[in-house]
């Protein structure tokens, strides 16, 4: 398994080196800027010893994909451009959270919303796959959005709805949150194909982070064979990164995992 470590932009790529097998980038905040600004981004990208290998925060939340106000060619545009700068980069796996984006409004048919939400997955994945990118699916909390909120919420949606290519995505802090069972990865192994993790309030991976070997354990009891990012909340990232992703792969080590593949 892949150990990696979501950033925030390039300024972030010097402290991975040596530690994280990759990295995993917003496509909102850092790939969908300038011209110039994504140029210099790709350029980086190319002389670090760290490759991109997954991006998230894909949608700014003023581009809807449920409701009533939908702008379908804007939509068709920014992904266009976004998976376009994904195979730029080398990215592999698209997280889809975007919780503003996909937050159904008041009043509106949940039905819908889910009809609508799978058929944009359904539309980014088949875009993605013709560039090498895979679509995963992330449950957030409902603190975040109101449309689909654990793993096994989101697996059944995706095996009910027509979501075509689409996969899913396991985040331990959501887990942690919602108070969702590990036997949860066991259920939808089939359809995982991407993992975040955090330690205690969104912190670092530390040793206080009980729940990080079972999590990795039960991934591994699995079957999983994707990446494990680092998604969490960061005091001083130079100075705190290269530690979090040691414990990760110690942790990692204790719960039967090698090194990537």
């Known amino acids: 398994m892949r150990l990696g470590c979501c950033i925030a932009g390039q300024d972030q790529l010097a402290p991975l080196g040596g530690q994280a097998d990759y990295c995993e980038l917003p496509v909102a905040r850092a790939l969908m800027q300038s011209d110039a600004a994504f140029e210099a981004l790709a350029a980086r990208l190319e ?6 290998r997954a991006c998230n925060v894909f ?30 980069i080398g990215a592999r796996v698209l997280v889809v959270g975007s919780a503003g984006a996909r937050d159904v409004p008041e009043g509106f048919d949940r039905e819908r919303a889910l009809d609508q939400f799978a058929g944009f997955l359904r539309d980014v994945a088949e875009r993605g796959a013709g560039r090498g990118v895979t679509v995963v699916l992330e449950p957030l909390r409902p603190q975040e959005t109101n449309l689909l909120n654990t ?6 949606f995706l095996r009910e709805r027509d979501t075509g290519r689409a996969r899913l995505l396991a985040d331990l802090y959501h887990m942690r949150e919602q108070g969702e069972p590990m036997d ?16 205690v309030e969104r912190g670092r991976p530390a040793p206080d982070t009980a ?18 990012s680092i998604e969490c909340r960061w005091t001083d990232f130079a100075a705190e990164a290269p530690g979090a992703l040691q414990h990760l792969r110690a942790v990692a080590r204790q719960a039967g995992w090698e090194g990537p593949a």
């Open 47 to 52: 002389d670090s010893p760290v490759p991109a």
């Open 59 to 88: 949608l700014p939340a003023h581009l809807k994909v449920v409701g009533p106000a939908i702008d379908g060619a804007a939509l068709r545009a920014y992904v266009e451009a976004a998976l376009d700068r994904m195979r730029r």
């Open 151 to 156: 793993v096994a919420e989101s697996a059944s």
């Open 184 to 199: 949860s990865l066991a259920a939808c192994a089939d359809l995982l194909e991407h993992v975040h993790v955090a330690g």
């Open 211 to 228: 729940d990080l070997e079972p999590f990795l354990r039960a991934l591994r009891g699995a079957g999983y064979a994707g990446d494990c």
